[in-house]
């Protein structure tokens, strides 16, 4: 069994910043990839942004150079920094692991919510 414990979520104003973290635990295999998703309410999930072990990063256009996706491989731990957040910004954020052994799993999901 693979957990992912994400936190990090909450209420920010416009401009404000928050830092997302993502910590897996248990049978784990050699993390290839780990992604950011999100959903926001009446759309479907989409790819925030990504990182491979050797530390190639990918990002939506929507977030370049506001976000920034991080890993501690010895932690097993992903991070997501997001700055200078946006109303369109708020979503449903979840993380997404992809292990050597093929297997992959979801976080629970962390709630952003970025209003005044």
């Known amino acids: 069994q693979v957990q992912l414990v994400e936190s990090g979520g909450g209420l920010v104003q416009p401009g404000g910043s928050l830092r997302l973290s993502c910590a897996a635990s248990?049978?784990?295999?050699?993390?290839?990839?780990m992604r950011w998703y999100r959903q926001a309410p009446g759309k479907e999930r989409e790819l925030v942004a990504g990182?491979?072990?050797?530390?190639?990063?990918n990002y939506a256009e929507s977030v370049k150079g506001r976000f920034t996706i991080s890993r501690d491989n010895a932690e097993n731990t992903v991070y997501l920094q997001m700055n200078s957040l946006k109303p369109e910004d708020t979503a449903v954020y979840y993380c997404?692991?992809?292990?050597?052994?093929?297997?992959?799993?979801w976080g629970q999901g962390t709630q952003v919510t970025v209003s005044s």
């Open positions: 990182i491979t072990s050797g530390g190639r990063t």
């Open positions: 997404w692991i992809l292990m050597s052994n093929g297997f992959s799993r």
């Open positions: 248990g049978s784990i295999f050699s993390i290839v990839t």
